[in-house]
C-alpha cells in the first residue's frame, strides 16, 4: 500500500503569503493519479489538481502542483481568505488500495 | 449542476447489513468510475472500493478492509451506485462517500456523505 504523508499538519499563515504544501509518497506514485483537494466543515471534498500538476475545471491559476520523484508539492501562490481549510493528496493508480494523505490544515 | 446524493445510512447492530445509494446527476454516470470513500470519526480518509465502467467490464476492486463483507454495483439505467454491505463490525463506522474523478474532463466530485452507525 502507497502511505501518503503529509506536511506540515497544519500551517499558519496570513492572507496574500505563499504555501507550500507537502505530501511524501512511500513508494513510486503515478504523477498521471495524484491529485488535491480542498475541504472545508460541511461541504464535500473539492478537487484541485489531478495528474499532480492540472487545474481542475475552474480552479484559479493560483493554485499549482509539481513533483519530484516521490515528493508532491501544492503550492497557493497569494492566500485568500476563502483559502483557509484543509488540504489533503488522494492518489488514484490503477492498482488498488487507493490511498489518502492525512490532510495539512491552513490557518490564519 | 453536478450532483452526487448518498443516502440509506442508518443505525445497525453489529453482523447487520444495509445498502447505501449514490444517485448522480450532471455527468453521463455511464463513463464515471465511480468509488466509495468512508471516513471514521475522528480518522482519515479510506478506500472502500470502486466499480469500473460497463466498457471496462465493470471490474470491482475492494479494501482488505471489506472485501467479502462489502459489494459495490451500479445501474446505469438508474444513474445509480451501490454498496451492499454486509456483517458489519464496529469499526465499520463512518460517513461513506460516492465519488469520481474524470481527468478526461479534468473534473472531479464528491457526494456530501451519509453516515452509517453499526453499535449494539
Known amino acids: 500500500e502507497i502511505v501518503l504523508t503529509q506536511s506540515p499538519g497544519t500551517l499558519s499563515l496570513s492572507p496574500g503569503e505563499r504555501a507550500t504544501l507537502s505530501c511524501r509518497a512511500s513508494?513510486?506514485?503515478?504523477?498521471?493519479?495524484l491529485a488535491w483537494y480542498q475541504r472545508k466543515p460541511g461541504q464535500p471534498p473539492r478537487l484541485l489538481l489531478y495528474?499532480?500538476?492540472s487545474r481542475a475545471t475552474g480552479i484559479p491559476d493560483r493554485f499549482s502542483g509539481r513533483w519530484s520523484g516521490t515528493d508532491f508539492t501544492l503550492t497557493i501562490s497569494r492566500l485568500e481568505p476563502e483559502d483557509f481549510a484543509v488540504y489533503f493528496c488522494?492518489?488514484?493508480?490503477?492498482?488498488?488500495?487507493?490511498?489518502f494523505g492525512q490532510g495539512t490544515r491552513l490557518e490564519i | 449542476d453536478v450532483q452526487m446524493v448518498e443516502s440509506g445510512g442508518d443505525l445497525v447492530k453489529p453482523g447487520g447489513s444495509l445498502r447505501l445509494s449514490c444517485v448522480v446527476s450532471?455527468?453521463?454516470?455511464?463513463?464515471?468510475?465511480m468509488n466509495w470513500v468512508r471516513q471514521a470519526p475522528g480518522k482519515g480518509l479510506e478506500w472502500v472500493g470502486r466499480i469500473k465502467t460497463e466498457t471496462d467490464g465493470r471490474t470491482v476492486d475492494y479494501a482488505e478492509s471489506v472485501r467479502g463483507r462489502f459489494t459495490i454495483s451500479r445501474d446505469d439505467s438508474r444513474d445509480t451506485l451501490y454498496l451492499h454491505m454486509s456483517s458489519l463490525k464496529i469499526e465499520d463506522t463512518a460517513v461513506y462517500h460516492c465519488?469520481?474523478?474524470?481527468?478526461?474532463?479534468?473534473?472531479?466530485?464528491w457526494g456530501q456523505g451519509v453516515l452509517v452507525t453499526v453499535s449494539s
Open positions: 495528474a499532480a500538476s
Open positions: 465519488m469520481t474523478i474524470r481527468q478526461r474532463y479534468g473534473d472531479g466530485y
Open positions: 488522494h492518489q488514484y493508480g490503477s492498482s488498488p488500495p487507493i490511498t
Open positions: 513508494q513510486t506514485v503515478n504523477s498521471r493519479f
Open positions: 450532471g455527468i453521463t454516470f455511464s463513463n464515471a468510475l
